[in-house]
Structure formats: C-alpha cells, structure tokens
C-alpha cells in the first residue's frame, strides 16, 4: 500500500460523504425544517419593547 491507494482511499470516503449530504440536504425528511428557516426573515415580529431593552444607547 503506498500514498497513491491511501489517496485513492480518500477520495472515494470524500465522494461517499459528500453523496451522503446530498441525500440529506434534498430528503423528504429535511424539507420542513429548511422550509421553516427559509422562512425565518419574513416572520413578523413587532416587538419594538424588546429592542430596546437589548440595545445600548452609545
């Protein structure tokens, strides 16, 4: 075994990893909760209360 099979070696665990993220990113299971953080920017929140009790007057 040299470094050319370790490399070898390497590269297909590489390309299994980055499959197994894929089948992750776009399974049936994970669409909800991207769906939901896709969402995050359009939520309303009006609660101008908390603001300023968070931010500090410079």
């Given at each position: 075994?040299?470094?050319?099979?370790?490399?070898?070696?390497?590269?297909?665990?590489?390309?299994?990893?980055?499959?197994?993220?894929?089948?992750?990113?776009?399974?049936?299971?994970?669409?909800?909760?991207?769906?939901?953080?896709?969402?995050l920017?359009?939520?309303?929140?009006d609660?101008q209360?908390?603001?300023?009790?968070?931010?500090?007057?410079?």
């Open positions: 075994m040299d470094i050319n099979d370790l490399r070898s070696i390497l590269t297909v665990a590489g390309l299994l990893c980055f499959l197994a993220i894929v089948g992750w990113a776009y399974g049936r299971g994970s669409q909800k909760g991207f769906e939901e953080a896709a969402n920017p359009f939520a309303e929140h609660d209360d908390a603001m300023s009790r968070t931010s500090q007057p410079r």
